[in-house]
């Protein structure tokens, strides 16, 4: 087996598949390589591709018409990135890769005709995105109720390790503090806990 379908073969697991359906289906994807900076898709551009990141870090974000930008999610080894869609829509966001990436690209009239046939596929896509979502909705949620402490606390349960391999800038902004903000909280959780019961 090789490494697309080894990959495949794990971001399926759970789903019964034939190794024929299996092969066939991870047939439909190529690699593609991004190094760092480069864009899978920009905002108001038309693409007809979608994949999965096999490795590497990338973002999507969506910035104001002065340039800010936010970042809205990280998507790392089996997230899924697209355009849109619909069908002659155009991208609402920017996918860029933080650092060089590998994603299997495949385009997405072939993957939905597969899909037509293979309920069990059908699914575990309409699962993946709602759950992509829903991770948004959860985000915004978490940006509104949570302190900056508290939103970074679980910024490092949604993505762990990940504070090591990015540079904090994009976490800082994801976070919607200041990369300064950050720090100061970083070695605020750093800092041991004193014992108030020691003399």
């Known amino acids: 087996m090789d490494t697309k379908e080894q990959f495949f073969k794990e971001l ?3 789903i019964s598949l034939s190794v024929q359906d299996l092969n066939y289906f991870s047939d439909l994807f190529s690699a593609k390589q991004y190094c760092e900076k480069n864009y899978f898709i920009r905002v108001n551009s038309l693409t007809n591709s979608c994949g999965f990141v096999y490795n590497g870090i990338m973002r999507s974000y969506i910035s ?24 002659g829509a155009s991208s609402s966001m920017n996918i860029q890769s933080l ?8 385009n997405w009239n ?4 597969f899909l037509k046939s293979h309920k069990t596929l059908r699914i575990f896509f309409n699962d993946l ?4 979502h829903q991770n948004i ?3 915004l949620s978490v940006y509104l109720r949570n302190d900056a402490k508290e ?6 349960h949604e993505y762990p390790n990940l504070i090591n391999q990015i540079p904090h800038y994009h976490v800082a ?27």
């Open 151 to 156: 939103r970074y606390e679980l910024f490092l």
């Open 12 to 14: 399926t697991n759970g």
């Open 99 to 106: 650092i060089d990436s590998e994603v299997f690209i495949a």
């Open 173 to 199: 902004n994801f976070l919607g503090i200041t990369p300064i903000q950050l720090s100061r909280i970083r070695q605020k959780i750093a800092q041991p806990k004193t014992d108030i019961n020691k003399c």
């Open 110 to 113: 072939s993957v939905s005709d």
């Open 129 to 132: 995105l709602a759950s992509g």
């Open 64 to 87: 104001d018409n002065e340039g800010k930008e936010a970042n809205l999610r990280f998507i790392q080894k089996y997230g899924f990135i697209s355009g849109s869609f619909a069908k």
């Open 137 to 139: 909705i959860q985000r």
